[in-house]
């Protein structure tokens, strides 16, 4: 069977950009889920469950058809960095994050017709350079941290304020490509034939 469309349960344009990559037609439905803390859970499980809680949503309004959530969470040392509330807030989690390896989680929740919902989880190690205040301000100023978990979009311009990245580039992204497409798959379905260029 040929996924030739799925809901988006999210906003976000990273994400609708990666799945129209794929030849796919996208509905953007967003879920209306405010990500409450969760007490003791880790920052990994963190992005499981609210990419589960996102599908549920909209299950609840778009049943039977395919349905994508998912959740990033940037972990350093075991705390949960989600979006920034302002600018100030985004300045303290880069300086935070200035010099120093951290964890990307990206989990997703993918429901198909007739199928069980899946649920699957990709994590990516980045290391920042040492940034200067001058490059943190900078950054800021362009107001792109702001609704970005950890403050920053590695595809946008603060790919100069990363030094190294081990595995999945599409998973700090926001969506761990490969993993989606092998469980579409796996599940007995296929996608488009597509000459549209890959994100990359």
């Not at 069977?1 to 809901?7: E, F, G, K, P, Y």
């Not at 599908?55 to 920034?84: M, N, S, Y």
């Not at 081990?166 to 989606?180: Q, S």
Request: charge should be neutral.
């Amino acid at each position: 069977m040929r996924l030739v469309r799925i809901v988006l349960a999210s906003a976000s344009p990273r994400r609708y950009e990666l799945l129209r990559s794929l030849g796919v037609e996208v509905e953007v439905v967003p879920s209306g889920y405010e990500e409450p803390a969760l007490d003791g859970a880790t920052p990994a499980e963190l992005a499981s469950r609210h990419a589960a809680a996102k599908l549920h949503a909209v299950q609840a309004k778009r049943g039977g058809t395919a349905i994508l959530a998912a959740d990033t969470v940037v972990d350093l040392d075991g705390a949960a960095l989600g979006k920034p509330g302002d600018s100030a807030d985004a300045a303290r989690m880069l300086g935070l994050l200035s010099g120093r390896e951290h964890q990307v989680h990206t989990a997703f929740a993918l429901a198909l017709p007739g199928l069980p919902a899946l649920h699957e989880r990709e994590t990516t190690r980045v290391r920042f350079y040492r940034l200067t205040p001058a490059e943190i301000e900078e950054y800021v100023a362009t107001g792109e941290p702001l609704d970005k978990a950890g403050a920053y979009g590695i595809q946008g311009r603060a790919a100069s304020l990363v030094e190294s990245i081990e595995g999945d580039f599409y998973t700090v992204m926001g969506l761990p490509l490969a993993r989606f497409i092998r469980a579409v798959r796996r599940s007995g379905f296929t996608l488009p034939v597509t000459n549209e260029p890959r994100l990359a």
